[in-house]
């Protein structure tokens, strides 16, 4: 634990700084906590293919079968509107392949749901290089 002070002209306040778990969520004590990371995880892929794409929220809706709105609270981290597998749907509608792996551990080890971002493809500029 890291402790800093800073310095004011009337007083010198203290701040202790704890490493988060990598899940805010849990960080936070909310419930299913890894699976509201799993879907912030799949809206920010969202939001990104969208950038990527160059598609309005208009656009993108249409593409998918949502509405603006939709597409809105999407971009917007709105966790608590979508489940899962429909966040999938609006990747594959997008055009994004879903793989799902499953790794064995100990019997004593609790799993984890981890949201991998793709590997960015080399362009065919890269390539030709």
């Not at 990598?22 to 299913?32: E, K, M, R, W, Y």
């Not at 799902?100 to 500029?125: E, L, N």
Request: hydrophobic share 35%; glycine share 8%; aromatic share 4%.
């Amino acid at each position: 634990m890291k402790t800093s002070k800073r310095k004011s002209a009337k007083k010198t306040e203290a701040f202790t700084f704890v490493r988060g778990s990598g899940n805010v969520f849990a960080d936070l004590g909310l419930p299913d906590s890894s699976g509201l990371l799993v879907r912030s995880q799949l809206m920010d892929l969202i939001e990104r293919e969208i950038r990527r794409r160059n598609l309005t929220q208009v656009a993108a809706a249409k593409k998918v079968g949502l509405s603006q709105g939709d597409i809105s609270n999407i971009t917007r981290g709105r966790v608590d509107r979508f489940s899962q597998e429909r966040l999938m749907a609006v990747l594959r509608d997008l055009g994004a392949d879903i793989e799902i792996r499953v790794i064995r551990r100990g019997a004593d080890h609790v799993g984890t749901v981890t949201v991998r971002q793709p590997k960015r493809r080399p362009s065919t500029r890269e390539r030709a290089a």
